[in-house]
Protein backbone atom coordinates (compact mmCIF):
# COMPACT_ATOMS: atom_id res chain seq x y z
CA UNK A 1 0.00 0.00 0.00
CA UNK A 2 1.25 3.44 -0.57
CA UNK A 3 1.62 6.10 1.97
CA UNK A 4 2.62 9.55 3.14
CA UNK A 5 5.79 10.47 4.48
CA UNK A 6 5.01 10.67 8.00
CA UNK A 7 2.48 7.56 7.80
CA UNK A 8 3.08 4.72 9.31
CA UNK A 9 0.19 2.61 7.74
CA UNK A 10 -1.59 1.49 11.06
CA UNK A 11 -5.75 0.26 10.76
CA UNK A 12 -7.76 0.54 13.41
CA UNK A 13 -9.70 -2.40 14.69
CA UNK A 14 -12.54 -3.27 11.98
CA UNK A 15 -11.23 -0.67 9.33
CA UNK A 16 -11.01 -1.72 5.36
CA UNK A 17 -7.87 -0.35 3.47
CA UNK A 18 -7.54 2.95 3.90
CA UNK A 19 -6.38 6.11 1.61
CA UNK A 20 -3.94 8.04 2.64
CA UNK A 21 -4.35 11.64 0.84
CA UNK A 22 -2.22 14.17 3.30
CA UNK A 23 -1.00 13.86 6.27
CA UNK A 24 -3.50 13.36 9.22
CA UNK A 25 -6.18 12.48 6.94
CA UNK A 26 -7.70 9.30 6.39
CA UNK A 27 -10.19 8.79 3.11
CA UNK A 28 -11.62 5.63 4.18
CA UNK A 29 -12.19 2.77 1.46
CA UNK A 30 -15.88 2.25 3.21
CA UNK A 31 -18.81 0.74 0.64
CA UNK A 32 -21.00 2.43 2.87
CA UNK A 33 -19.76 5.95 1.86
CA UNK A 34 -18.58 6.10 -1.84
CA UNK A 35 -19.41 2.77 -3.52
CA UNK A 36 -22.74 2.59 -2.49
CA UNK A 37 -23.24 6.00 -3.94
CA UNK A 38 -22.19 4.97 -7.58
CA UNK A 39 -19.94 6.88 -9.82
CA UNK A 40 -22.24 9.88 -10.58
CA UNK A 41 -22.93 10.17 -6.92
CA UNK A 42 -19.45 10.21 -6.23
CA UNK A 43 -18.84 12.87 -8.77
CA UNK A 44 -20.88 15.10 -7.29
CA UNK A 45 -19.38 14.81 -3.77
CA UNK A 46 -15.99 15.57 -5.32
CA UNK A 47 -16.97 18.52 -6.99
CA UNK A 48 -18.91 19.60 -3.63
CA UNK A 49 -15.28 19.22 -1.66
CA UNK A 50 -12.74 19.80 -4.36
CA UNK A 51 -12.41 24.04 -3.44
CA UNK A 52 -11.67 22.38 0.52
CA UNK A 53 -9.07 19.44 -0.83
CA UNK A 54 -7.68 22.26 -2.86
CA UNK A 55 -7.46 24.53 0.48
CA UNK A 56 -5.87 21.41 2.00
CA UNK A 57 -2.87 20.76 -0.84
CA UNK A 58 -2.53 25.19 -1.06
CA UNK A 59 -1.37 24.78 3.08
CA UNK A 60 1.45 22.42 2.07
CA UNK A 61 -1.07 19.50 4.05
CA UNK A 62 -0.27 16.87 1.62
CA UNK A 63 2.64 15.53 -0.15
CA UNK A 64 1.67 12.65 -2.15
CA UNK A 65 -1.83 10.97 -3.64
CA UNK A 66 -1.95 7.36 -5.02
CA UNK A 67 -6.08 6.14 -4.98
CA UNK A 68 -6.81 2.82 -4.21
CA UNK A 69 -7.73 1.46 -7.91
CA UNK A 70 -11.04 0.57 -6.13
CA UNK A 71 -12.04 3.90 -5.81
CA UNK A 72 -14.54 5.84 -7.99
CA UNK A 73 -12.67 8.71 -7.79
CA UNK A 74 -9.28 7.40 -8.70
CA UNK A 75 -9.33 8.72 -12.17
CA UNK A 76 -10.79 12.29 -11.54
CA UNK A 77 -8.79 12.97 -8.84
CA UNK A 78 -5.87 11.91 -10.66
CA UNK A 79 -6.42 14.88 -12.83
CA UNK A 80 -7.27 17.49 -10.61
CA UNK A 81 -4.62 17.04 -8.06
CA UNK A 82 -1.38 15.54 -10.07
CA UNK A 83 0.02 16.19 -13.56
CA UNK A 84 -0.27 13.59 -16.00
CA UNK A 85 3.22 12.36 -18.72
CA UNK A 86 1.93 12.36 -21.77
CA UNK A 87 5.06 11.44 -23.40
CA UNK A 88 7.17 9.60 -23.42
CA UNK A 89 4.36 6.72 -22.91
CA UNK A 90 6.62 3.84 -23.04
CA UNK A 91 8.06 1.38 -25.62
CA UNK A 92 10.48 4.78 -27.08
CA UNK A 93 13.65 4.77 -27.75
CA UNK A 94 15.64 8.02 -27.65
CA UNK A 95 19.32 8.08 -28.39
CA UNK A 96 21.89 9.77 -26.56
CA UNK A 97 23.15 13.50 -28.00
CA UNK A 98 19.69 13.38 -29.42
CA UNK A 99 17.11 16.24 -28.57
CA UNK A 100 13.60 14.86 -27.68
CA UNK A 101 10.91 16.27 -26.52
CA UNK A 102 9.07 15.64 -23.06
CA UNK A 103 5.11 16.42 -22.39
CA UNK A 104 3.07 16.14 -19.63
CA UNK A 105 -0.86 17.56 -18.55
CA UNK A 106 -0.38 20.11 -15.88
CA UNK A 107 -2.95 18.86 -12.81
CA UNK A 108 -6.91 20.77 -13.31
CA UNK A 109 -7.03 22.02 -10.13
CA UNK A 110 -3.96 22.40 -8.09
CA UNK A 111 -1.55 24.02 -10.50
CA UNK A 112 2.30 24.47 -9.64
CA UNK A 113 3.91 27.37 -11.79
CA UNK A 114 7.12 25.72 -11.55
CA UNK A 115 8.15 21.91 -12.08
CA UNK A 116 11.65 19.62 -11.68
CA UNK A 117 11.89 16.56 -14.20
CA UNK A 118 13.62 13.63 -13.46
CA UNK A 119 14.84 10.84 -15.41
CA UNK A 120 13.72 7.26 -13.14
CA UNK A 121 15.74 4.40 -14.34
CA UNK A 122 15.48 0.64 -13.16
CA UNK A 123 19.13 0.48 -13.83
CA UNK A 124 22.02 2.15 -12.93
CA UNK A 125 22.73 4.68 -15.84
CA UNK A 126 25.71 3.27 -17.30
CA UNK A 127 23.63 0.53 -18.75
CA UNK A 128 24.67 -2.25 -15.97
CA UNK A 129 22.02 -4.04 -13.83
CA UNK A 130 20.23 -2.36 -10.50
CA UNK A 131 21.19 -5.18 -8.36
CA UNK A 132 19.71 -5.25 -5.12
CA UNK A 133 19.76 -1.48 -5.00
CA UNK A 134 15.90 -0.47 -3.00
CA UNK A 135 15.64 2.59 -5.00
CA UNK A 136 15.62 3.73 -8.60
CA UNK A 137 18.29 5.74 -10.06
CA UNK A 138 17.62 9.10 -10.75
CA UNK A 139 18.69 11.78 -12.99
CA UNK A 140 17.90 15.44 -12.81
CA UNK A 141 17.20 16.43 -16.14
CA UNK A 142 15.62 20.00 -15.01
CA UNK A 143 14.47 21.91 -11.93
CA UNK A 144 12.45 24.29 -11.35
CA UNK A 145 11.13 25.09 -14.64
CA UNK A 146 7.71 26.66 -16.10
CA UNK A 147 4.80 24.54 -15.63
CA UNK A 148 3.58 24.67 -19.86
CA UNK A 149 3.51 20.78 -19.87
CA UNK A 150 6.54 20.79 -22.45
CA UNK A 151 10.24 20.74 -22.49
CA UNK A 152 13.25 19.87 -24.90
CA UNK A 153 15.72 17.63 -23.50
CA UNK A 154 19.11 17.33 -25.48
CA UNK A 155 19.47 13.81 -23.85
CA UNK A 156 23.21 13.40 -22.11
CA UNK A 157 25.17 10.31 -22.75
CA UNK A 158 23.44 8.22 -20.74
CA UNK A 159 22.23 4.34 -21.23
CA UNK A 160 19.32 2.30 -19.90
CA UNK A 161 17.21 -0.36 -21.36
CA UNK A 162 14.20 1.14 -18.59
CA UNK A 163 13.55 4.29 -18.07
CA UNK A 164 10.49 6.44 -17.04
CA UNK A 165 10.02 10.79 -17.19
CA UNK A 166 8.61 11.71 -13.86
CA UNK A 167 7.37 15.21 -13.26
CA UNK A 168 7.52 16.54 -9.38
CA UNK A 169 5.47 19.79 -8.12
CA UNK A 170 4.87 20.92 -4.31
CA UNK A 171 1.72 18.65 -4.19
CA UNK A 172 2.38 15.41 -5.80
CA UNK A 173 4.29 13.95 -8.88
CA UNK A 174 3.94 11.19 -11.82
CA UNK A 175 5.18 8.63 -13.99
CA UNK A 176 5.15 7.78 -17.67
CA UNK A 177 2.66 4.81 -18.26
CA UNK A 178 5.76 2.85 -20.35
CA UNK A 179 9.33 1.91 -19.72
CA UNK A 180 11.42 3.53 -22.85
CA UNK A 181 15.28 3.52 -23.31
CA UNK A 182 18.25 5.26 -24.05
CA UNK A 183 20.94 3.99 -26.01
CA UNK A 184 24.37 5.13 -27.61
CA UNK A 185 23.72 6.72 -30.38
CA UNK A 186 23.73 4.03 -33.71
CA UNK A 187 26.59 2.66 -35.39
CA UNK A 188 26.49 4.21 -38.76
CA UNK A 189 28.83 3.04 -41.54
CA UNK A 190 28.68 4.16 -45.19
CA UNK A 191 29.76 1.91 -48.77
CA UNK A 192 32.31 2.51 -50.92
CA UNK A 193 30.34 1.92 -54.05
CA UNK A 194 31.45 5.13 -55.56
CA UNK A 195 28.15 6.45 -57.30
CA UNK A 196 24.57 6.34 -56.62
CA UNK A 197 22.81 3.24 -54.88
CA UNK A 198 19.66 2.05 -54.05
CA UNK A 199 17.04 -0.73 -52.95
CA UNK A 200 19.75 -2.95 -51.09
CA UNK A 201 19.31 -6.20 -50.70
CA UNK A 202 22.01 -8.25 -48.71
CA UNK A 203 23.40 -11.41 -47.87
CA UNK A 204 26.18 -10.75 -45.29
CA UNK A 205 29.53 -9.52 -47.15
CA UNK A 206 27.55 -9.51 -50.33
CA UNK A 207 24.88 -6.35 -51.42
CA UNK A 208 23.19 -6.25 -54.58
CA UNK A 209 21.69 -3.18 -55.52
CA UNK A 210 20.22 -0.48 -58.16
CA UNK A 211 22.38 2.00 -59.79
CA UNK A 212 21.81 4.20 -63.23
CA UNK A 213 25.35 5.06 -63.17
CA UNK A 214 25.79 3.63 -66.72
CA UNK A 215 22.69 5.44 -67.77
CA UNK A 216 20.11 3.14 -67.40
CA UNK A 217 18.92 1.18 -63.96
CA UNK A 218 21.10 -1.86 -63.08
CA UNK A 219 22.15 -4.43 -60.89
CA UNK A 220 25.67 -4.24 -59.05
CA UNK A 221 27.16 -6.28 -56.92
CA UNK A 222 29.92 -5.17 -53.85
CA UNK A 223 31.24 -7.19 -51.38
CA UNK A 224 31.85 -5.48 -48.25
CA UNK A 225 34.85 -7.29 -46.86
CA UNK A 226 36.93 -6.61 -49.70
CA UNK A 227 35.38 -4.12 -51.75
CA UNK A 228 35.31 -5.31 -54.96
CA UNK A 229 32.24 -4.17 -57.11
CA UNK A 230 30.42 -6.34 -59.93
CA UNK A 231 28.40 -5.44 -62.24
CA UNK A 232 25.94 -7.94 -62.47
CA UNK A 233 22.93 -6.90 -65.55
CA UNK A 234 23.43 -4.60 -68.69
CA UNK A 235 20.53 -3.56 -70.36
CA UNK A 236 18.24 -0.60 -71.56
CA UNK A 237 15.14 -0.07 -69.60
CA UNK A 238 14.87 -0.73 -65.67
CA UNK A 239 16.63 -3.83 -63.65
CA UNK A 240 16.18 -4.18 -60.12
CA UNK A 241 14.29 -4.36 -57.04
CA UNK A 242 16.37 -7.75 -56.16
CA UNK A 243 16.19 -10.40 -54.01
CA UNK A 244 18.49 -12.91 -52.27
CA UNK A 245 17.62 -16.53 -52.35
CA UNK A 246 18.37 -16.64 -48.87
CA UNK A 247 20.47 -18.63 -46.74
CA UNK A 248 22.06 -20.29 -49.36
CA UNK A 249 22.32 -17.16 -51.45
CA UNK A 250 22.83 -19.44 -55.17
CA UNK A 251 19.49 -17.10 -56.60
CA UNK A 252 18.59 -13.98 -57.00
CA UNK A 253 14.99 -12.88 -58.24
CA UNK A 254 14.72 -8.96 -59.46
CA UNK A 255 12.07 -7.27 -62.12
CA UNK A 256 13.17 -6.35 -65.16
CA UNK A 257 11.00 -4.91 -68.22
CA UNK A 258 13.81 -6.06 -70.71
CA UNK A 259 11.11 -7.93 -72.61
CA UNK A 260 8.84 -4.68 -73.38
CA UNK A 261 6.98 -5.45 -70.15
CA UNK A 262 7.61 -5.65 -66.14
CA UNK A 263 8.22 -9.41 -65.61
CA UNK A 264 10.58 -11.19 -62.92
CA UNK A 265 13.65 -12.44 -63.25
CA UNK A 266 16.74 -15.09 -62.36
CA UNK A 267 19.88 -14.87 -62.02
CA UNK A 268 22.18 -18.00 -60.62
CA UNK A 269 24.35 -16.47 -58.17
CA UNK A 270 26.76 -19.21 -58.08
CA UNK A 271 28.28 -18.21 -61.63
CA UNK A 272 29.53 -14.90 -62.81
CA UNK A 273 28.83 -12.94 -64.94
CA UNK A 274 25.10 -14.84 -64.48
CA UNK A 275 22.45 -14.92 -67.01
CA UNK A 276 19.24 -13.52 -66.76
CA UNK A 277 16.89 -15.92 -66.81
CA UNK A 278 12.92 -14.96 -67.58
CA UNK A 279 10.65 -16.19 -64.94
CA UNK A 280 7.09 -15.11 -65.74
CA UNK A 281 5.77 -13.96 -69.37
CA UNK A 282 2.50 -12.46 -68.30
CA UNK A 283 3.66 -9.12 -65.46
CA UNK A 284 5.38 -9.47 -62.40
CA UNK A 285 7.48 -7.05 -59.71
CA UNK A 286 9.18 -6.73 -56.77
CA UNK A 287 9.77 -10.57 -56.12
CA UNK A 288 10.49 -11.91 -52.29
CA UNK A 289 11.94 -15.12 -51.75
CA UNK A 290 11.04 -17.75 -48.71
CA UNK A 291 14.31 -18.33 -46.70
CA UNK A 292 14.88 -22.16 -47.08
CA UNK A 293 17.59 -24.69 -47.12
CA UNK A 294 15.07 -26.71 -50.02
CA UNK A 295 16.35 -26.80 -53.33
CA UNK A 296 12.87 -26.04 -54.57
CA UNK A 297 12.47 -22.82 -53.34
CA UNK A 298 9.23 -20.55 -53.64
CA UNK A 299 8.65 -17.17 -54.48
CA UNK A 300 6.29 -14.45 -53.94
CA UNK A 301 5.54 -11.34 -56.07
CA UNK A 302 3.48 -8.58 -57.10
CA UNK A 303 1.23 -8.29 -60.29
CA UNK A 304 -1.86 -6.49 -61.81
CA UNK A 305 -5.21 -8.27 -60.95
CA UNK A 306 -6.76 -8.91 -64.46
CA UNK A 307 -10.34 -9.71 -63.22
CA UNK A 308 -10.07 -6.13 -61.01
CA UNK A 309 -8.45 -3.57 -62.66
CA UNK A 310 -6.98 -0.96 -60.55
CA UNK A 311 -6.10 -3.32 -58.01
CA UNK A 312 -3.16 -5.74 -57.04
CA UNK A 313 -2.44 -9.09 -56.07
CA UNK A 314 0.07 -11.31 -54.77
CA UNK A 315 1.02 -14.52 -56.49
CA UNK A 316 3.25 -17.20 -55.07
CA UNK A 317 4.91 -19.67 -56.72
CA UNK A 318 7.08 -23.36 -55.92
CA UNK A 319 9.86 -23.59 -58.95
CA UNK A 320 9.63 -27.41 -59.68
CA UNK A 321 13.19 -27.21 -60.50
CA UNK A 322 16.28 -27.71 -58.32
CA UNK A 323 18.20 -24.52 -57.93
CA UNK A 324 21.47 -26.38 -59.16
CA UNK A 325 19.90 -26.82 -62.68
CA UNK A 326 18.94 -23.24 -63.28
CA UNK A 327 21.29 -21.84 -65.45
CA UNK A 328 20.73 -24.46 -67.82
CA UNK A 329 17.26 -23.81 -68.38
CA UNK A 330 15.14 -22.13 -71.56
CA UNK A 331 14.81 -18.48 -71.67
CA UNK A 332 12.13 -18.54 -70.69
CA UNK A 333 11.66 -21.38 -67.69
CA UNK A 334 8.75 -23.58 -68.41
CA UNK A 335 5.37 -22.58 -67.68
CA UNK A 336 4.40 -23.03 -63.76
CA UNK A 337 1.24 -22.81 -61.71
CA UNK A 338 0.92 -19.95 -59.45
CA UNK A 339 -1.48 -19.32 -56.50
CA UNK A 340 -2.87 -16.23 -55.64
CA UNK A 341 -2.53 -15.44 -52.03
CA UNK A 342 -4.58 -12.53 -51.57
CA UNK A 343 -7.96 -13.50 -51.58
CA UNK A 344 -11.01 -11.41 -53.26
CA UNK A 345 -12.52 -11.43 -50.23
CA UNK A 346 -10.22 -8.98 -48.63
CA UNK A 347 -11.47 -5.53 -48.63
CA UNK A 348 -10.12 -3.49 -51.30
CA UNK A 349 -7.50 -1.21 -49.63
CA UNK A 350 -5.56 -4.17 -48.83
CA UNK A 351 -5.28 -4.98 -52.71
CA UNK A 352 -4.58 -1.46 -53.81
CA UNK A 353 -1.16 -0.79 -55.15
CA UNK A 354 0.57 -3.27 -53.28
CA UNK A 355 4.04 -2.93 -52.93
CA UNK A 356 7.23 -4.10 -50.68
CA UNK A 357 6.14 -7.55 -49.80
CA UNK A 358 8.35 -8.99 -47.47
CA UNK A 359 8.34 -13.18 -46.51
CA UNK A 360 9.82 -14.43 -43.32
CA UNK A 361 9.44 -17.53 -41.79
CA UNK A 362 8.86 -16.80 -38.18
CA UNK A 363 8.14 -20.87 -37.09
CA UNK A 364 8.34 -23.94 -38.86
CA UNK A 365 8.44 -23.85 -42.95
CA UNK A 366 4.71 -24.48 -42.80
CA UNK A 367 4.50 -20.94 -40.10
CA UNK A 368 4.42 -18.33 -43.06
CA UNK A 369 3.96 -14.67 -42.91
CA UNK A 370 4.40 -12.15 -45.53
CA UNK A 371 4.20 -8.29 -44.38
CA UNK A 372 3.42 -6.01 -47.22
CA UNK A 373 2.51 -2.28 -47.70
CA UNK A 374 -0.52 -0.36 -49.50
CA UNK A 375 -1.07 2.73 -50.51
CA UNK A 376 -4.77 3.99 -51.14
CA UNK A 377 -5.50 7.84 -51.98
CA UNK A 378 -8.06 9.55 -50.48
CA UNK A 379 -8.49 13.42 -50.44
CA UNK A 380 -5.69 13.91 -52.59
CA UNK A 381 -3.22 11.97 -50.01
CA UNK A 382 -1.44 9.08 -50.19
CA UNK A 383 -1.96 6.87 -46.77
CA UNK A 384 0.66 4.13 -46.49
CA UNK A 385 -0.41 0.77 -44.46
CA UNK A 386 1.30 -2.20 -43.38
CA UNK A 387 -0.66 -5.62 -44.05
CA UNK A 388 0.76 -9.23 -42.61
CA UNK A 389 -0.77 -12.57 -44.57
CA UNK A 390 -0.92 -15.80 -42.50
CA UNK A 391 -0.28 -18.96 -44.55
CA UNK A 392 0.62 -22.75 -44.98
CA UNK A 393 3.79 -23.25 -47.88
CA UNK A 394 1.76 -26.74 -48.54
CA UNK A 395 -0.35 -25.15 -51.47
CA UNK A 396 -0.51 -21.79 -49.60
CA UNK A 397 -3.05 -22.92 -47.54
CA UNK A 398 -5.54 -20.93 -44.38
CA UNK A 399 -4.77 -17.76 -45.84
CA UNK A 400 -5.41 -15.10 -43.29
CA UNK A 401 -5.53 -11.13 -43.55
CA UNK A 402 -4.73 -8.88 -40.50
CA UNK A 403 -3.59 -5.46 -40.45
CA UNK A 404 0.17 -5.24 -39.22
CA UNK A 405 0.84 -2.94 -35.99
CA UNK A 406 3.11 -0.46 -35.74
CA UNK A 407 2.98 2.09 -33.21
CA UNK A 408 0.28 5.00 -33.78
CA UNK A 409 1.63 8.13 -36.13
CA UNK A 410 4.41 5.93 -37.60
CA UNK A 411 3.58 6.25 -41.57
CA UNK A 412 5.63 2.77 -42.56
CA UNK A 413 6.66 1.82 -45.62
CA UNK A 414 9.24 -0.80 -47.13
CA UNK A 415 8.83 -3.90 -44.43
CA UNK A 416 12.05 -6.24 -43.92
CA UNK A 417 11.68 -9.28 -42.38
CA UNK A 418 14.93 -10.35 -40.32
CA UNK A 419 16.63 -13.51 -41.41
CA UNK A 420 14.97 -15.56 -38.31
CA UNK A 421 11.55 -13.64 -38.92
CA UNK A 422 11.31 -12.51 -35.35
CA UNK A 423 11.64 -8.80 -36.79
CA UNK A 424 10.93 -6.11 -39.16
CA UNK A 425 12.42 -3.13 -40.09
CA UNK A 426 10.65 -0.34 -41.67
CA UNK A 427 11.10 3.06 -43.00
CA UNK A 428 9.13 5.63 -41.20
CA UNK A 429 9.08 9.31 -41.24
CA UNK A 430 12.81 9.47 -43.19
CA UNK A 431 14.29 7.27 -40.52
CA UNK A 432 14.50 3.33 -39.77
CA UNK A 433 12.43 1.64 -37.22
CA UNK A 434 12.33 -1.91 -36.17
CA UNK A 435 9.91 -3.93 -33.92
CA UNK A 436 9.08 -8.04 -32.69
CA UNK A 437 6.66 -9.46 -35.05
CA UNK A 438 4.42 -9.64 -32.64
CA UNK A 439 4.73 -6.61 -30.51
CA UNK A 440 2.90 -3.51 -30.77
CA UNK A 441 6.14 -0.81 -29.73
CA UNK A 442 8.88 0.08 -32.43
CA UNK A 443 12.80 0.98 -31.88
CA UNK A 444 14.03 3.59 -33.88
CA UNK A 445 17.27 3.21 -35.44
CA UNK A 446 18.35 6.18 -36.89
CA UNK A 447 17.40 9.57 -35.91
CA UNK A 448 18.86 12.88 -37.95
CA UNK A 449 18.18 15.04 -40.67
CA UNK A 450 18.91 12.52 -43.48
CA UNK A 451 16.25 10.47 -45.41
CA UNK A 452 16.51 6.80 -44.71
CA UNK A 453 14.71 4.01 -46.55
CA UNK A 454 14.49 0.60 -48.40
CA UNK A 455 15.98 -1.27 -45.06
CA UNK A 456 17.32 -4.56 -45.96
CA UNK A 457 18.86 -7.38 -43.28
CA UNK A 458 22.39 -8.56 -43.80
CA UNK A 459 22.35 -10.55 -40.73
CA UNK A 460 20.32 -10.45 -37.78
CA UNK A 461 21.94 -7.62 -36.19
CA UNK A 462 22.79 -5.54 -39.62
CA UNK A 463 20.57 -3.49 -41.90
CA UNK A 464 21.55 -2.19 -45.11
CA UNK A 465 19.37 0.56 -46.50
CA UNK A 466 19.70 3.67 -48.86
CA UNK A 467 20.55 7.35 -47.33
CA UNK A 468 20.68 10.60 -48.80
CA UNK A 469 21.40 14.07 -46.99
CA UNK A 470 19.05 16.20 -48.77
CA UNK A 471 15.87 15.69 -51.26
CA UNK A 472 18.28 16.42 -54.22
CA UNK A 473 21.20 14.23 -53.47
CA UNK A 474 21.69 11.34 -55.06
CA UNK A 475 21.17 7.69 -52.98
CA UNK A 476 24.38 6.32 -51.00
CA UNK A 477 24.40 2.50 -49.16
CA UNK A 478 24.44 2.61 -45.57
CA UNK A 479 24.69 0.31 -42.53
CA UNK A 480 23.49 0.42 -39.51
CA UNK A 481 23.69 -2.38 -35.95
CA UNK A 482 20.70 -2.94 -34.84
CA UNK A 483 20.86 -2.59 -30.28
CA UNK A 484 19.38 -5.74 -28.61
Same mark, same amino acid.
Given at each position: ???????????????????????????????????????????? #? #????????????? #???????????????????????????????????????????? %????? $?????????????????????????????????????????????????????????? %??????????? $???????????????????????????????????????????????????????????????????????????????????????????????????????????????????????????????????????????????????????????????????????????????????????????????????? $???????????????? #???????? $????????????????????????GARVAFSALGNLWVKSLAGVSALQLTYDDAEDDFPGWATETTIVFQRRPTPNSPWELWTVEVVE
Open positions: METCRGEKGQRRKGEKDWIPVCAGMRVMNRPSIFSSLGTRHSSL #L #LALFAPWLVGLFS #LGLCSCYKAERSNPLDGQAAQLFVPQVLSPSGGEQWFASTTQHI %RWKPA $EQVIDSVVTLQLVSDQDLNGSGGGRRPLPYLYVIAENIPNTGHFTWAVPNLSSRSCRI %RVVTRRGQAES $EGTFRISPPPVLNQFPIRGEGREPTALRDLVVFTSNRGGSDDLWMINLRTGDLTQLTNAPGFDGQADWFRPNGNLLAFTSDRSGQKDIWLLNMSQLPPRPIRLTTTGGEQPTWQSSFLHYPSLAYVAADPSQPGLSQILAVTLAIPTTVIDTLSDPVPPFTSVRLTRTRFNLSSRTNIQSPSWGLPGSVNDNVLVY $ETRSTESFSTFPALWA #LEFSTIAM $EAVSLSRFTTPPGLPATHPSFSPS
